[in-house]
């Protein structure tokens, strides 16, 4: 399977635990996006790497969240002391930027959180 | 008022209807995009246009810039269309993310 990969599935937490995601993009793919999205709504961005480097953090990232792509490869997502408000899917998507603009996205499957 | 609306929210219909749903968006934007949500999450892209029509078997969408308005159309649709559709635009000074609508949710019954 070479699509974007993400791991866990599903993550069940107690309010005030760490939790990190694992996001494994189409590997020739140089960027990588996270997006959260949250019962009947549409996924908000969150972070975006072009290689490792971060380039854009959302608002919605708090102090709390922090997004890593060390290797310019795959990616983590870790947020620490979570809330019950932190519950929803956390999604990732790669693309290929070769100096165009509007690559196609290709998203993972996800990674359910809820917070208990 | 969300910038990126998407009509209708939930939409029923029998196997081999012809579906319609459309989307509308309030910014300038370089692209736009129709995704396809099934459950469990995962997101597939299904077109990516700037300008006119792309077809992809039995999917068509359509963009009217001027009017800011886009129009997903499934004909023969079958049981397996059933999903979310969303609707996602890029602006034009900021290429690196996507505005979302909030889906169209699409059952289509046998």
């Known amino acids: 399977d070479t699509g974007v990969s993400q791991d866990p599935r599903h993550k069940i937490t107690k309010r005030g635990q760490n939790v990190t995601f694992r996001c494994d993009p189409i590997?020739?793919?140089?960027?990588l996006y996270w997006y959260r999205q949250t019962l009947g709504q549409g996924p908000e961005f969150l972070t975006y790497?072009?290689?490792?480097?971060?380039?854009?953090k959302s608002r919605l990232l708090s102090d709390r969240f922090s997004a890593e792509r060390p290797k310019g490869s795959f990616s983590t997502l870790e947020i620490q002391r979570t809330e019950q408000g932190d519950s929803a899917m956390y999604l990732c998507a790669s693309s290929l930027d070769y100096g165009q603009v509007n690559e196609k996205l290709f998203f993972g499957s996800g990674t359910q959180l809820s917070v208990l | 008022k969300n910038e990126v609306e998407q009509s209708p929210q939930n939409l029923t219909a029998q196997e081999g209807e012809f579906i319609t749903i459309n989307c509308s968006y309030s910014?300038?934007?370089?692209?736009l995009h129709w995704l396809q949500q099934h459950p469990g999450g995962g997101i597939v892209s299904l077109f990516m246009?700037?300008?006119g029509k792309k077809k992809h078997g039995r999917v068509i969408a359509t963009i009217n810039i001027q009017e800011k308005h886009s129009s997903l159309h499934i004909t023969a649709s079958h049981p397996r269309d059933s999903a979310v559709y969303i609707c996602a635009v890029t602006p034009p000074h900021n290429t690196d993310k996507l505005i979302f609508g909030t889906g169209t949710r699409l059952q289509v019954f046998p």
């Open positions: 590997s020739e793919h140089n960027r």
């Open positions: 910014v300038g934007i370089s692209a």
């Open positions: 246009l700037s300008s």
């Open positions: 790497f072009q290689n490792e480097a971060q380039l854009e």
